[in-house]
């Protein structure tokens, strides 16, 4: 039998939701200038709104080629316009699959394994997600299905153990600082949400309702991260903004009964999702690749990609001040926007203007 | 690079091994002349001394009765073959005449089949049949009337229940497909006969349900089992890797069973089962990963115990698996995760074994394997042994001796009960178990993680019969989950039919079952 | 592909144990520190370290009993006490089930803000490590009191003291939360040799030790910034007679008035039970019975109130974190000179108590 890829909506929806949260574990206050948690919170409800804004463009395109990724829409108008975006997409992948790699890096040397170097961890995680986007973006999301439980129980098994913790005198107004931490907040929150590009590939792979599922998954996600920060917000107050990681340190000082401390289950979700999300970019970036290699060289684009993946992570990792500067709004919001929002609206304006055509996934 | 390697490696291969081949005089057709018969088939038999060859005349005919010493009941030869045949007086009988008596006018034995080459011969013969031919016509007569020696049908050895029925299946294979109808006695369970092995001709049988199952998922499964190029087929495990996905997945797509009920509940779900001559297990295609904590005693109990030991089966599995190397990870990485008084213990424990930790769970759960494997092959006489040693082994005097740490025992034995509470992924379990204490001594909590979602990775690739392994806990459904996470009450299960090509993820294009 | 799979493999064992494999160190070569003791005496530090010793307590154990192993590090920084205790143990030192930290008078003095961002960057130290202050130096105190399970025991008193109610939780956490917040001060025991039970706290602030606490005050204190499960009151009754009661409380509320932004109403509600009594108490001498503890507390924290805030302008109970919940335009405004502000507020406490039991025990 000739098994052809399926991913359900709802599959989508955790890959994306885990990929997202990943960011959230690791959130460090120094690379925001120490905004205020409640401030933070309402940054992610205007990010939320921001990403859909930015998804309209995209929506078009869907609405008119349910069945076509962007690549396709765009090999159909023009091959070597296709051609020029199936390279910048893959390597905006690349490269947040690389930044990825070295952001966890730089948590597990800091936080769990301070003595060890710093590439093996890399080298076992490249492998991984080399495994992971080998097998495909079905078993990555069938995956993504039980870590998706998973990490919803150990979320709310954390937070039950911290309920003693919690101090509502911790809660400071939003706008405590005015409007623009909290433009800054928010602004930082979407330079962080590079899986609204990974949406527009895979489009082709999804079956079900589409744009219920996106809008499910920001829905889950703005919940998740306002109970993250809630959680923080309440539990830690001053105290988050003297750890490298804050988030980190909730599960450190969660206890329940004998289990004293449950940073460890932090630590096994967050290996999860990142292997998770690196795995991902990496089947994104190759799957980039493949279409513009030609049919005999298809191959090697996974290969090829992971070496590149595993060079550039060990090199980032010990970039400190170019780790922090993939976030910043001209290292990270700029290529968001060109490629969620740019590209899709001018796709679909030319296309508008030399007439529809039928699109075909494999364009 | 490697083709140095590869002439070397093909080398040895040739001159020692070369692929089955199908002896062509087998397919030789009969002759009418009986003589001529019986020296080929003495020919193709080689003098072979199990052969017994009788000459006998027939209403003046000449005929030969052939069967194997042994596999024929004496008393139902006698009564129903022989008495027959020679008080037989037709008039005017010639070799067309007598050849129509036999197949029209006369009952012989209750399975009575006409049979034209050698090949079809042998397989008859050496299926218990009594063989006879008549000088004149290029037809053979199979006559059933086995009568060779079996195992009686007795409590099953790997899957015991408590509520359960005792039977299970045994070698006959036409004894297993009457374990079967008895159960369900209707006529759209369908037994469809293949032959694999070109020289062994061992039986294979199809079991399924017509209006359940699907054609193409039928189909895909006739079409791998015509793939196996084997010349001796001994156990339904020599086909199991035929039937699997070509993912090299640690986990099997392919189950197995040795309870008709077990099976007959299978096949109810759209799947197809096959039993080969010969094995008293059954293969149940497509096996999905949940049905390994799935028995029969769980629908025979009341449904919130049933859901209760479900779970136990879930958390024993995780246990098995991954106690030993979290154990090994935490001592040797991540000791703050032990609780105060806890780490004491395993401290002071540590301080008096001369190995690392890792080197001792290793070695600990080696020498439980070793044991556990004498113990499956010793004679019953002496097996009582085994546990003996055992108990020196893991146990308080190795603790005493100091070579192994009192955690360490308590680890041990707690993996060992929670391996049996999942018997069908023993094999998995212990490999991995292993991998895991390689992989948490060596990288701590973090390279278990990793190892963790590879094994996740790798379960989540297997799609027997394209089907996913997983489905239904992902891709999801949450009425299919109604028999995975909870056991739903008969009310609620009997209600409606799920069919295995229905789930979520399923890729079989035919989903309903219908009648041929 | 079986091949590749085997290539993969001997490349990554060799690799693995090449490595160092993340920095393995075996549950033998790890000093667990069950104690840990700073001094400071102007120009160094000394720590005292209470070791668990393994090989000991395998002989000990019939016992019942823990064995511990005192050694200490001196340095001009803390990394390097330290690091010479980690020698003169020969071992590495580990502190992640380490519960209670002890720091000397003059440590705590001077060197506290210090101390404690070292204490919070160090990963193994959990946040939820006790904190306790001795009187004079800690080696002194630690050399005095010569217990085999000197950490049990010590834990065990915080542990009393905070169930009556005598202060609140002195984790490293809720230190630095108090010190980086509003209050900017944070309430840490203090013990001295030959007590048996904890009887002061000091107000530590980011420079140092501002005030120290009696009894009396520290207990007036926890009313509000504490959950009190069981402080043992002892009041009479309508006859005269004396009456033991068990109170528990949550954590006070603390509101301000719209009009006024330094007007406080501390708000508290107590739950009583009879501990002890001469004679049954009478449904009609309840009331009486509450209004006497309702002042009674709030004589208590009046009292705290006046020593901590109105005399030398410090936030113990959570006044500017009150203040910058509801009035936080006025509280970004004036928040350099809070602590003169707060000296001239207005603070009103209420308490209100109730007997959910009258049943008795009669005493002799």
């Known amino acids: 039998m000739n098994r052809t890829v399926y991913v359900d909506t709802r599959q989508l929806l955790m890959v994306l939701f885990l990929s997202r949260i990943f960011t959230a574990l690791t959130f460090t206050p120094q690379g925001d200038e120490r905004i205020a948690g409640s401030t933070v919170m309402l940054g992610q409800l205007l990010s939320c709104l921001l990403q859909l804004l930015l998804l309209v463009p995209a929506w078009l395109l869907y609405r008119d080629h349910p069945r076509a990724s962007v690549l396709d829409c765009a090999n159909t108008l023009n091959r070597p316009l296709g051609g020029i975006l199936a390279v910048l997409y893959g390597a905006f992948f690349l490269v947040n699959a690389v930044y990825t790699a070295a952001s966890f890096d730089f948590f597990l040397t800091t936080a769990i394994y301070p003595n060890s170097s710093s590439w093996l961890p890399l080298i076992l995680l490249v492998g991984v997600a080399w495994y992971g986007a080998h097998v495909g973006i079905e078993p990555l999301s069938r995956v993504a299905g039980f870590l998706f439980v998973g990490v919803l129980l150990s979320g709310v098994f954390i937070a039950l153990a911290l309920i003693p913790r919690y101090d509502l005198s911790n809660w400071v107004s939003p706008l405590y600082d005015g409007v623009e931490p909290v433009w800054r907040a928010a602004w930082g929150s979407l330079t962080r949400s590079t899986e609204l590009a990974a949406v527009l590939l895979l489009v082709p792979m999804v079956k079900g309702n589409l744009r219920s599922g996106v809008l499910w998954w920001q829905g889950i996600t703005l919940v998740a991260f306002e109970a993250i920060g809630l959680g923080t917000l309440l539990a830690l107050g001053e105290y988050a903004g003297t750890r490298l990681f804050p988030v980190y340190t909730l599960s450190t000082i969660a206890e329940f009964s004998i289990f004293q401390r449950m940073d460890a289950l932090h630590m096994a979700v967050w290996v999860f999702l990142a292997a998770l999300k690196t795995g991902l970019y990496l089947f994104l970036a190759a799957f980039c690749l493949r279409d513009i290699l030609p049919q005999g060289q298809k191959k090697f684009a996974l290969p090829f990609c992971a070496v590149l993946l595993l060079v550039g992570s060990i090199w980032l990792a010990r970039q400190g001040g170019l780790l922090v500067g993939l976030t910043s709004p001209f290292g990270g919001v700029v290529p968001l926007l060109l490629l969620v929002a740019v590209c899709p609206l001018l796709l679909w304006l030319w296309e508008r203007m030399r007439g529809r055509r039928e699109v075909h996934h494999g364009a | ?516 | 592909m079986v091949r590749k799979t085997w290539l993969l493999i001997f490349c990554t064992l060799p690799l693995l144990l090449s490595s160092g494999c993340l920095g393995v160190t075996s549950l033998d070569d790890r000093a667990i520190v069950e104690l840990l003791a700073v001094d400071w005496d102007g120009s160094e530090y000394e720590i005292q370290l209470s070791l668990f010793q393994a090989q000991e307590n395998v002989t000990a154990q019939a016992g019942g009993e823990t064995v511990q192993n005192l050694i200490s590090g001196r340095g001009n920084t803390m990394a390097q006490a330290m690091e010479s205790a980690s020698s003169q143990a020969g071992k590495e030192l580990f502190f992640a089930n380490n519960e209670l930290i002890l720091l000397g008078e003059q440590a705590a003095g001077e060197q506290l803000n210090f101390l404690l961002t070292y204490l919070n960057a160090n990963p193994q130290i959990r946040p939820s490590v006790r904190l306790l202050i001795t009187q004079g130096a800690a080696r002194d105190f630690l050399q005095e009191q010569a217990s085999d399970q000197l950490a049990k025991n010590l834990l065990g008193t915080l542990e009393n003291a905070q169930e009556e109610g005598l202060l609140s939780s002195a984790q490293l956490i809720d230190v630095l939360r108090q010190l980086e917040g509003p209050k900017g001060c944070a309430p840490i025991p203090i013990v001295g040799s030959g007590q048996e039970q904890l009887e002061q706290v000091v107000l530590a602030t980011p420079q140092g030790i501002a005030l120290v606490l009696q009894q009396r005050e520290a207990y007036g204190a926890s009313w509000l910034t504490d959950r009190v499960r069981a402080r043992l009151l002892s009041v009479t009754d309508g006859s005269g007679e004396p009456v033991t009661l068990r109170a528990s409380a949550g954590k006070g509320r603390i509101h301000l008035t719209e009009t006024d932004p330094l007007s406080y109403t501390l708000e508290l509600s107590v739950t009583l039970r009879v501990e002890e009594s001469m004679a049954p108490i009478e449904p009609e001498e309840v009331p009486d019975l509450e209004h006497t503890v309702e002042q009674a507390i709030e004589q208590e924290v009046q009292h705290t109130l006046q020593a901590t805030t109105l005399d030398r302008g410090l936030d113990l109970v959570g006044l500017s974190a009150a203040l910058r919940q509801q009035n936080p335009s006025y509280y970004r405004d004036h928040r350099e000179e809070l602590g003169d502000l707060l000296q001239q507020a207005q603070i009103q406490v209420q308490v209100s108590a109730r007997l959910e039991r009258v049943g008795m025990q009669a005493s002799q």
């Not at chain 2, 692929?19 to 057709?29: C, G, N």
């Open chain 2, 1 to 516: 690079m490697f083709e140095f390697y590869k002439r070397w490696f093909h080398y040895y291969k040739d001159s020692a091994y070369a692929p089955p081949k199908t002896d062509p005089a087998l397919s030789q057709r009969l002759g009418e002349n009986l003589l001529d018969n019986m020296v080929t088939i003495r020919q193709l038999y080689a003098n072979s001394e199990d052969l017994v060859t009788r000459g006998v005349q027939v209403s003046g005919l000449s005929a030969q009765l052939l069967f194997c010493e042994g596999m024929v009941d004496n008393q139902a030869f006698a009564e129903l073959v022989a008495e027959p045949l020679t008080s037989l007086e037709l008039p005017d009988a010639t070799p067309a005449s007598l050849q129509k008596w036999l197949r029209e006018e006369s009952i012989l034995a209750i399975d009575q089949k006409e049979f034209y080459t050698f090949g079809e011969l042998f397989t008859f013969l050496m299926s218990g049949f009594v063989v006879l031919l008549l000088d004149g016509v290029a037809t053979g007569t199979a006559l059933g009337i086995q009568g060779f020696n079996f195992r009686g049908v007795s409590e099953p050895t790997t899957e015991i229940n408590v509520r359960g029925s005792k039977e299970s299946f045994v070698e006959p294979v036409r004894i297993n497909l009457t374990l079967i109808r008895r159960r369900i006695k209707s006529p759209t369970m369908k037994f469809e006969s293949l032959t694999v092995g070109s020289k062994s001709n061992t039986s294979v049988y199809l079991v399924y349900l017509t209006d359940c199952v699907s054609q193409d998922l039928l189909q895909e499964v006739k079409n791998r089992l015509a793939k196996v190029k084997m010349d001796v087929i001994l156990s339904s495990g020599y086909l199991q890797p035929y039937l699997d996905e070509k993912t090299r997945s640690i986990f099997s797509g392919v189950g197995i069973t040795e309870r008709p009920d077990t099976l007959c509940a299978k096949i109810r779900e759209g799947r197809i089962a096959i039993l080969v001559d010969g094995t008293p297990f059954a293969l149940i295609v497509p096996y999905l990963f949940h049905e390994h904590f799935q028995s029969l005693d769980d629908y025979a109990q009341r449904p919130y115990y049933a859901t209760f030991i479900r779970w136990l089966k879930y958390l024993s599995f995780f246990v098995s698996m991954l106690l030993p190397g979290l154990y090994v990870a935490m001592v040797s990485f991540h000791p703050e995760l032990f609780p105060h008084a806890l780490l004491l213990n395993v401290a002071a424990s540590e301080t008096i074994t001369p190995f690392p930790i890792m080197l001792e769970a290793l070695l600990i759960h080696v020498i439980y394997e070793i044991m556990r494997e004498a113990g499956l092959r010793l004679p019953r006489p002496i097996g009582h042994a085994v546990g003996i040693v055992g108990a020196l082994v893991i146990g308080d005097a190795a603790v005493t001796a100091g070579l192994i740490g009192a955690p360490m025992v308590m680890v041990v034995a707690l993996t060992a009960i929670s391996s049996f509470v999942v018997p069908s992924l023993y094999e998995p379990v212990t490999v991995l178990r292993l991998a895991f204490i390689l992989v948490g001594g060596m990288l701590g909590l973090y390279g278990i993680t990793l190892l963790l979602l590879v094994v996740g990775l790798n379960l989540c690739a297997v799609n027997p019969f394209g089907i996913p392994a997983t489905s239904p806990e992902t891709p999801f459904s949450l009425y299919a989950m109604r028999d995975v996470l909870v056991r739903a009450g008969w009310k609620h299960l009997g209600g409606e039919n799920l069919r295995v090509q229905d789930l979520p993820g399923s890729e079989v294009p035919e989903k309903r079952g219908g009648a041929q």
